[in-house]
């Protein structure tokens, strides 16, 4: 993708987040519709990616593992609209995401949208666990949970994988609304060249930034 090609891509990244580049995961292709076909997300280059969730693609019942050791449940979030985006601290994609995501995460947070990180397939067994590798990208105050199941990894296993794909791609993020209902999924990090000749995580820029404010805003209620 070209800037040039594209509206302002003025990065919202402060505080000297480090920049990572890496490519996407490669998966067969998501031919499942566009979650995002009218309203005030059509046009957002970052609405493009998520597709509608395949029939029966539910949240598994797996609890999350808070900063603070206790358990508990997606449904603590109901009625709210939720970005949850799945990551493993071993998967560069999934980092080149973090910085932008974290300042969305700090800066978004309302009663009525919030964004939700989750350590998934990981060899860590509390969230804080990954706060070295974070501030080693410039990530001080996100807070992360940590998929709860047996293995770590039963998030990622049941709702990251492609149509025609054996295996989970990461990262991985979707979309539920405030009743609880998983609506869209985009599997792999996506990057744009901004005028500086850099490539930059597209959470990291204003597309980024429209794109959480249309889900705040009520775009994703103006579907149904």
Not at 20 to 27: P, Y
Not at 34 to 49: D, I, K, M, W
Not at 53 to 75: E, F, Q, S, T, Y
Not at 186 to 192: A, K
């Amino acid at each position: 993708m070209n800037s040039r090609d594209m509206p302002d891509r003025r990065l919202v990244l402060a505080g000297g987040a480090a920049i990572l580049t890496g490519a996407a995961t490669t998966l067969p292709e998501d031919t499942s519709p566009p979650l995002f076909t009218s309203g005030a997300l059509v046009n957002n280059q970052l609405a493009e990616f998520f597709k509608v969730a395949p029939a029966g693609l539910a949240w598994p019942d797996v609890k999350l593992v808070m900063p603070d050791r206790k358990l508990i449940k997606l449904d603590q979030f109901r009625g709210k609209t939720l970005i949850v985006s799945l990551w493993a601290e071993w998967c560069l994609p999934c980092l080149v995401e973090m910085p932008g995501m974290a300042i969305l995460q700090k800066r978004m947070r309302s009663d009525r949208f919030e964004l939700v990180s989750i350590l998934t397939n990981t060899e860590y067994n509390v969230p804080s666990d990954a706060d070295d590798i974070l501030k080693r990208i410039g990530i001080r105050d996100m807070v992360v949970h940590l998929d709860g199941s047996p293995r770590k990894d039963k998030l990622i296993t049941t709702l990251g994988k492609a149509p025609g794909s054996k295996s989970a791609g990461l990262p991985c993020n979707l979309i539920i609304d405030a009743q609880g209902r998983l609506r869209g999924r985009s599997i792999g990090g996506e990057q744009v060249t901004a005028s500086d000749g850099k490539d930059y995580s597209i959470w990291a820029t204003n597309i980024g930034l429209q794109f959480c404010e249309g889900l705040s805003g009520g775009a994703l209620e103006a579907l149904t």
